[in-house]
């Protein structure tokens, strides 16, 4: 089993920033892939960034060049840095370990 704990949402204006943070525990060995998917009001979860063991990286187009995914693999914990942040980032963000392991989500609201 593995543990996935998010931190580091909240309330942000557009055009601020936000770094999300995931810490894994448990059978993390086992661990290939991470990364953050986000589900907004009335919408279904999405991919928003994957980062593989071995470092590749995917992004949803709509945030490429404002977001960037790392991995601290030491630290077994994936970040989220959200720059340039729009209305439309608004939505629970989730942090996953292999397609099977979720994290409890943490709210982003990018709101004037």
């Known amino acids: 089993q593995v543990q996935l704990v998010e931190s580091g949402g909240g309330l942000v204006q557009p055009g601020g920033s936000l770094r999300l943070s995931c810490a894994a525990s448990g059978s993390i060995f086992r661990i290939s892939t991470m990364g953050w998917y986000r589900q907004a009001p009335g919408k279904g979860r999405g991919m928003v960034a994957l980062?593989?063991?071995?470092?590749?990286?995917n992004y949803l187009d709509s945030v490429k060049g404002r977001f960037t995914i790392s991995r601290d693999n030491a630290k077994n914990t994936v970040y989220l840095q959200m720059n340039s942040l729009k209305p439309e980032d608004t939505a629970v963000y989730y942090c996953n370990a292999d397609l099977k392991y979720w994290g409890q989500g943490t709210q982003v609201t990018v709101s004037s």
């Open positions: 980062i593989s063991s071995g470092g590749i990286i």
